[in-house]
């Protein structure tokens, strides 16, 4: 079954030039392949907004592990601002979450 | 031709690809590639370079070919996209990221493989393409999952 996503988005550096900021996120997702009888089904699209524009485009095949943890960075970013991240699987499910940078 | 019709094909075309812009785009052609070769070829990166400036870093030996950790990271100026390629697996594509102005081109991500095989990142950087390969012994191949 598709269930819920956690996510933390955290600023690392702090007010440094190297500051970024580290989203990592979980989704549960079977990630099933064609192999063994069992139908397949996994997620094929990934995307990552901050403050509702798009920073990340994935595109992914069944070879991501079962309830897969993604971590992306992003360059910048301030304490409060949004990150969203939502996913589309070839059975036409999603799932999304939202969270401020800590 | 005049310039009516034109006008009037575009909004034509317009029309028509307006239902498919909410479905996202999935490489057909690249992610059902059987070799990597195929697979480079379906994402227009058929001969990368080798470059040093793509970092790759995950176990040298998996034991469990079913939650390999992978952290991939490019240097190279401008990187747009990075894909990775898990050159034995029965489908190698296993993932391409396109990083918009404001990511850096980091991703860390489990994959599943099927046995020992060299992981190959492809870089895209100024419409040209660079790569890195690093091999992972897996002691139990993970692909039943």
Redesign the interface.
């Known amino acids: 079954m598709a269930g819920p996503m956690k996510m933390r988005a955290t600023l690392a550096g702090g007010n440094t030039a190297g500051a970024?900021t580290e989203i990592r996120v979980l989704m549960t997702h079977p990630?099933?392949?064609a192999?063994?009888g069992q139908p397949l089904h996994f997620i094929?699209?990934i995307?990552?907004k901050?403050n509702g524009?798009?920073?990340?485009?994935?595109?992914?095949?069944?070879?991501?592990?079962?309830n897969?943890?993604?971590?992306?960075?992003?360059?910048g970013g301030a304490k409060g601002d949004k990150v969203e991240v939502s996913w589309?699987d070839n059975k036409g499910d999603t799932s999304r979450i939202e969270s401020a940078i800590a | 031709m005049n310039r009516l019709r034109r006008t009037l094909l575009g909004a034509l075309a317009a029309m028509l690809a307006k239902p498919f812009a909410a479905l996202a785009a999935w490489s057909e052609n690249a992610f059902g590639a059987k070799t990597t070769q195929d697979a480079l070829r379906g994402l227009g990166a058929a001969n990368p370079a080798p470059s040093k400036d793509i970092t790759i870093d995950a176990p040298q030996i998996a034991e469990n070919g079913a939650v390999v950790p992978i952290e991939i990271a490019s240097n190279i100026p401008g990187t747009t996209s990075l894909a990775v390629v898990l050159e034995k697996n029965p489908f190698p594509l296993a993932a391409k990221f396109d990083f918009k102005e404001g990511a850096l081109p980091y991703i860390k991500v489990n994959v599943k493989m099927a046995e020992t095989s060299d992981v190959r990142v492809v870089a895209t950087a100024g419409g040209r393409h660079y790569a890195a390969t690093r091999e992972i012994k897996v002691t139990i191949g993970g692909c039943g999952g």
Request: glycine letters at 2%; proline letters at 3%; a positive charge.
């Open positions: 970024h990630m099933t392949t192999q063994g094929q699209n995307t990552v901050l524009r798009t920073v990340v485009e994935a595109e992914v095949s069944q070879a991501v592990s079962r897969p943890v993604f971590s992306f960075r992003l360059k589309l």
